[in-house]
């Protein structure tokens, strides 16, 4: 939970801090335009860092996936040429969607750049490849029926796990997660913007509904909303990363929708009696709006922490983490579980997710609150997260441990909206240096090592790398080469 009690005294101490490691990141970086914020470089970076995001593709889809069934195994030794047993996760399935998405948004604005080779090679066919994707993606979906805080529906949504049949998977209780639906969510709404087809919008609000259906508007004793997403329908605990991720597409589709009638049914509480389930049809470029202001505004004072960044998640379950129901007129609802305290590891995505949601929100509502809290977020974060030394003078080390890899790129994203506040780029700087050196250093066959500045191990047999990691290092590659080009900042 967020410390109200943190004095202003605190305060200062940590901008202090915050600005010593920016003040020691811009000397140990030397000037580089574009990187630092006085001007785009030439092309020719922004043209290697998309040739070096399209050869992580495909390497990755070579090697992990079945050209058949497009099966994607979670580990490969590029040493061994050995793919691992285990099949990957819909979240490590959706990361290659998130890469190619990335590559296209990037082919898009170098074409519009006038350096369009690389689109003319490539992106005909990344479109037809993220077809490919969202049709076996089909293998991780299934039905079933949830008895929700506002009513009782039946959803098809995506499982943890794949399946051999497409539409079977289980996906009852712990065996999905609302953060699952809300990565695709993202990505369904980027591919959206990149290709105009409307069956990912359509995908994407109906995800949406489903997330947001696990939006708890039971009411406390003074008849507030408890509000709050838990990990999953089969979870009382309320994540950071079942919250923060769904903020910046809740204002990218009240943007779809600014100015036209169409209308949304929206579920709620009465105010008045705090049991009886009501609902009425809104716009839906309000609905989303409110929604992710909502949101943002429950993560900010229930997870931000006294450094500044964001902890994981609203435990301390009374008196227990069972999923509890109540019987409201005879009809059986799901019902709150009080969470006591904020508990668990600050991960950098989710305060990444929390940047980029500020600056989505600042874009859309032009409230100073957003710039300031973007502004905060972006000096905490790279302070807690970035050790400037730790394995290499002049580089920043982030954590890699667990799946830290694809959770860094997520605070990359956040650095890159964040451009929009007028933060330094040496946020993005470190990023582009570690990849670089990785490159230089480690590329094996195409695959980068789990840590870029320390690269493999002597143990060839123990070499697998996360397909996922692949694609997260494909997808910051693009990421930094929308930055180079005219219009990315």
Known sequence: MKIFATTIYCSVLLIVAATTVLCAGCAAYPSRPGLNGTGNNPPSLAVQNLE???NLIDVTISHYFDPTTFEMRRFYNPFTNVKSEERASVWMYTAGIEAVNAVLSGLKQAKESGHSRLYDLHYARYVDLLDKLYANADYYLGTFELVSFTQTRTWSVYAVDRVKEKGQA??????????????????LLDSYKLTGKAEYLNKAEYLTAYVLDGWDVTRDENGKENGGIPWGPGYTTKHACSNGPLI????????????????????????????TRRSRYVTKQQYYLDYARSIYGWQQSMLLNAEGVYADMMGGCVPNCDVRYEEVNGVRYRANTAL???????????????????ADLYRAT????????????????????????RDIPEYYSFGTDGFKNWFNGI???????????????????????????GFAHFNHNGFLPTNLLKGWAEDKEKQGVEGMFMFAYAAQYAILAKHELPGGL
């Open 366 to 389: 032009g409230d100073d609150k957003y710039l300031e809290d973007g502004r905060s977020l972006a000096r905490a974060s790279f302070a807690q997260f970035a050790s400037l030394g």
């Open 411 to 437: 605070l990359l994203r956040g650095y890159h909206d964040a451009a929009a506040f007028g933060e330094p780029a040496v946020y993005l700087n470190a990023f582009q240096k570690n990849l670089d050196y």
């Open 248 to 275: 910046s597409p809740l204002v990218w589709l009240h943007e779809i929708y600014k100015g036209k009638p169409d209308e949304i049914e929206h579920r709620f509480v009465d105010e008045k009696d705090g049991r």
């Open 52 to 54: 070096r995001s399209i």
């Open 340 to 358: 006591s305290r904020a508990v668990g590891q600050a991960y950098t995505y989710n305060s990444g997710t929390m940047l980029s949601g500020a």
């Open 170 to 187: 289980n996906v009852k209780g712990v065996l999905n997660v609302y953060d699952d639906q809300m990565w695709l969510i993202r990505e």
